[in-house]
């Protein structure tokens, strides 16, 4: 869906939005040009020559524009200093991965977004920040051509809307809360800007800046890595798992001797209510760094009392919440099996292969195998659900949120409503039996027939949600379940989280007459490593092929019997 949103209506008017400003801040050069502020202008045209440049548009790079597209090509890893904003970079985030990788289209999207979305201007007493109080006058000369035309005001919001309803709102400062700020400390800037920078006048310049900031705070937080406050174009969004990561890393947790310097995707678990996670992290040795079991704990509670209202937010949240019930422990509602130690591992793996799925979906803006239909078969199988009915239910009212949300904003396709229509029936059909189950572990004759031709309705499923190929096959791309996504960093290693392909998995299940089959299904497959450099989909895959992939974290020994 996503994917499909991008190309076709995203990127179109992304193309659009980064043409007018480099039109208009090119007209912002020539007006100022001869004035204290020329550099500065030319600075901000060139970092939207940068943005053009990665969208494939034509257009002839400046000097530092140049510089800085040669960097985003390296995408080295570590912290550089940007050449045009002089604020610090990690062009290892220019490194395409999750699906920007299929085809040209989609990796130009997402260039030209990080441009957008990484070139930050630090505010003053950041850290790393050289010189916040010219990176913010930087910041105003790149805001004023936006909000001083309502057209690029508009393709910004056609942007930046559609993906803070599916993901989130920035976390950074957008151009528009900057120029909120700075009109109520200059309200004549948007037609004057010389007042930023008159050499008669600097100290009252410097003051304005000032205020501008003071306000700008004082609406809102920072929430991840609130010491490098910046202002982004296109910021990247505020997700809940990215705070708890944040909040159980260095400074927050450590001490200068004794940074942790990397979490670990299981915390994300731990805090959305995970016992065996919150135990593997306890063996890891996790509870040794300072304040450590406190912050996890403070998290633990605040998600546990978050607002059923918030989780709805975003199709993003609402994914996070799908992955709740998964993850706590069962009672004595449910069955045996479902209570034993092999399960939990199995329902962690399940849950957190999910969460590396969702990741990769949304690497771009996050401040970070084919089923076949079944045939006729000679016996009168049952078939049986996983009874997990809440999750069901959560990724269907997930699924109802998209659709109502892209429709609301026409940007519902024909395809996409079938998709998320069938994905929703097919959801709420399974949390049904889900629930018939953990009341009498009997499965009816009519649902086990339409439970048959689950292999049929997943491949539709999969179908719906290919990209199309050009002699009407699924690309190998949707027909591979491995894919990679990175979650946080440190110096020059980053976290990965990953799933490999299915594995298979037999669970004893209780049947109508009072007897027991063995029912026979898939099950995601999890891995957690560190890497010296940010994956794509297709480096992963190459690994799982040649044998060089991360091995299953240990604590699935349990499920795969060591």
């Known amino acids: 869906m996503l994917r499909d949103l991008e190309q076709s209506r995203l990127l179109p008017t992304l193309e659009a939005l980064v043409s007018g400003l480099l039109d208009a801040a090119a007209a912002q050069s020539a007006e100022l040009a001869g004035t204290p502020l020329a550099d500065h202008a030319s600075r901000v045209e060139q970092l939207y020559q940068v943005a053009a440049a990665e969208l494939g548009l034509d257009v002839t790079p400046g000097p530092l524009a140049q510089q800085e597209i040669d960097l985003v090509s390296q995408a080295a890893g570590g912290s550089q200093t940007s050449p045009l904003l002089g604020s610090p970079v990690d062009y290892s985030l ?31 007493g950041t850290t790393g920040c050289s010189d916040g109080i010219d990176a913010t006058r930087l910041g105003l000369l790149a ?15 056609q942007v930046y809307e559609p993906t803070a309803f599916l993901v989130g ?21 948007l037609d004057d800007p010389s007042g930023l920078a008159d050499d008669s006048a600097i100290q009252a310049t410097v003051a304005a800046i000032q205020a501008t900031v003071a306000a700008l705070t004082a ?59 919150r135990q593997v992290l ?10 450590y079991t406190e912050q996890r704990d403070a998290l633990t509670t605040a998600v546990a009392n978050r607002p059923t209202a918030q989780w709805g937010a975003t199709v993003y949240d609402a994914w996070l919440y799908a992955l709740q019930p998964v993850l706590a ?31 990769h979906d949304t690497i771009l803006y996050a401040k970070q195998a084919r089923a076949e239909a079944g045939g006729e078969e000679s016996l009168t199988l049952t078939n049986w659900v996983e009874p997990e009915p809440a999750a069901f239910e959560r990724i269907a009212a997930a699924a109802d949120l998209m659709r109502r949300g892209l429709d609301q904003r026409g940007l519902l396709t024909d395809d996409a409503g079938t998709l998320l229509t069938a994905l929703g029936d097919h959801l709420t059909f399974l949390a049904g039996v889900a629930r018939t189950e953990l009341a009498d572990g009997t ?28 002699d009407d096959s699924m690309p190998e791309s949707d027909q591979d379940a491995a894919l990679v996504a990175d979650i946080a960093s440190s110096q020059d290693r980053y976290l990965e989280l990953a799933t490999a392909r299915f594995d298979r998995l037999l669970v004893v299940v209780p049947t109508a007459d009072g007897g027991f089959e063995v029912a026979a299904g898939a099950v995601n497959a999890y891995r957690e490593f560190e890497s010296t450099q940010r994956l794509s989909d297709e480096t992963w895959r190459s690994a799982i092929d040649s044998g060089s992939a991360a091995a299953r974290p240990t604590w699935l020994d349990a499920l795969y019997g060591g």
């Open 94 to 124: 220019f490194t395409p991965r999750g699906h920007y990788t299929r085809n040209a289209g989609l990796t130009r999207y997402f260039l030209g977004m990080t441009v957008l979305g990484q070139l930050a201007f630090c505010l003053p």
């Open 219 to 277: 609406t809102r937080q920072v929430q991840i890595n609130p010491a490098y406050a910046t202002v982004r174009v296109m910021g990247t969004r505020f997700v809940l798992d990215a705070y708890v990561l944040d909040q159980l890393i260095y400074p927050n947790v450590g001490t200068p001797d004794g940074p942790r310097e990397l979490p670990s995707g299981l915390d994300t678990a731990a805090v959305l209510g995970s016992d065996l996670a």
């Open 169 to 189: 709102l920035a976390d950074d400062y957008t151009p528009a809360e900057l120029a909120d700020a700075a009109t109520g400390a200059d309200p004549g800037w």
């Open 282 to 291: 306890d063996a890891s040795g996790a509870p040794a760094y300072a304040h």
């Open 443 to 470: 499965v009816s004759a009519a649902d086990n027939e339409r439970l048959r031709d689950t292999g049929g309705t997943i491949e539709q499923l999969v179908w719906l949600t290919s990209d199309p190929a050009a």
């Open 329 to 359: 422990e069962h009672g004595t509602a449910y069955p045996d099996y479902m209570r034993s130690d092999v399960w939990a591992a199995k329902d962690l793996q399940t849950g957190m292969a999910s969460y590396a799925e969702l990741k």
């Open 143 to 157: 805001t004023r051509p936006l909000v001083a035309d309502p057209e690029l005001t508009a393709l910004w919001r």
